[in-house]
T-cell receptor, first 112, second 110 residues
Framework: SAVISQKPSRDICQRGTSLTIQCQVD?????MFWYRQQPGQSLTLIAT?????????ESGFVIDKFPISRPNLTFSTLTVSNMSPEDSSIYLC?????????FGPGTRLTVT | GIQVEQSPPDLILQEGANSTLRCNFS?????LQWFHQNPWGQLINLFY???GTKQNGRLSATTVATERYSLLYISSSQTTDSGVYFC????????????FGAGTRLFVKA
C-alpha cells in the first residue's frame, strides 16, 4: 500500500490565477497519476507523471494548462494555470504500487 | 477506447439490506479494482479483482473476465456504506492507465 498526502486540501482562487498542488508519497513509486473529478462526476485521468521523463497527457489536457513536475520518486506537483470557473474540481494524486492503485485525499479547488 | 458501465447509477437501501452493484466493461483488462468514495471524498480501495472472487467482511466481489463484468456485493448494509462505488479497469492495450466507470451512488437509511 501507499500513504499519499496532498497540499493544499482545498483552496478558493480567482480566475486568471494559477495554483500548484503538491503530492507526497511515503514510498518510492514509479507510476504517479493526476486525476480530476468535476462536481458529481467520475474521475478523469489528466496525465501520467514518471520520474525523469515528460508527463504523458490524456486527450483534452495540455501541458500549458496543467504543467506537471516529477523531481523524484516520492513527489509530484500539478499546476492549474490561468484558472476559470470550469476548473473548479477535486484534483487527486494517485500512485500504482505493484498492481493496485491508491489515491491521495484530493485538493478541492473552487475558482471564482 | 474501453467503456466501463456501472449499474444502478443510484441506490437507496434500508440499513440491513443487501445489494449487488454491477460493472460491465467492453474490452479485455489487465486489472480491475473497486473503490468506495466516502462522503468526504476519500477513495478507499475495496478489492483488486481482475478475475475470481474475493471477500472482505460484509463485502465480496466477483469478476468474470471472459464475460467482461464484475459484481460487488454488500450484505447487511450500514449507514457508513453510503457514498459512491467506482469500478476502475486497466485495459490490456492501455499501458498502466486506469479508466473509471461513472459510479453507483449509494445511500443507506437508518
Amino acid at each position: 500500500s501507499a500513504v499519499i498526502s496532498q497540499k493544499p486540501s482545498r483552496d478558493i482562487c480567482q480566475r486568471g490565477t494559477s495554483l500548484t498542488i503538491q503530492c507526497q508519497v511515503d514510498s518510492q513509486v514509479t507510476m504517479m497519476f493526476w486525476y480530476r473529478q468535476q462536481p458529481g462526476q467520475s474521475l478523469t485521468l489528466i496525465a501520467t507523471a514518471n520520474q525523469g521523463s515528460e508527463a504523458t497527457y490524456e486527450s483534452g489536457f495540455v501541458i500549458d494548462k496543467f504543467p506537471i513536475s516529477r523531481p523524484n520518486l516520492t513527489f509530484s506537483t500539478l499546476t492549474v494555470s490561468n484558472m476559470s470557473p470550469e476548473d473548479s474540481s477535486i484534483y487527486l494524486c494517485s500512485v500504482l504500487t505493484g498492481v493496485e492503485q491508491y489515491f491521495g485525499p484530493g485538493t478541492r479547488l473552487t475558482v471564482t | 477506447g474501453i467503456q466501463v458501465e456501472q449499474s444502478p447509477p443510484d441506490l437507496i437501501l434500508q440499513e440491513g439490506a443487501n445489494s449487488t452493484l454491477r460493472c460491465n466493461f467492453s474490452d479485455s483488462v489487465n486489472n480491475l479494482q473497486w473503490f468506495h468514495q466516502n462522503p468526504w471524498g476519500q477513495l478507499i480501495n475495496l478489492f483488486y479483482i481482475p478475475s475470481g472472487t474475493k471477500q472482505n467482511g460484509r463485502l465480496s466481489a466477483t469478476t468474470v473476465a471472459t464475460e467482461r463484468y464484475s459484481l460487488l456485493y454488500i450484505s447487511s448494509s450500514q449507514t457508513t456504506d453510503s457514498g459512491v462505488y467506482f469500478c476502475a479497469v486497466g485495459p490490456k492495450t492501455g499501458g498502466f492507465k486506469t479508466i473509471f466507470g461513472a459510479g453507483t451512488r449509494l445511500f443507506v437509511k437508518a
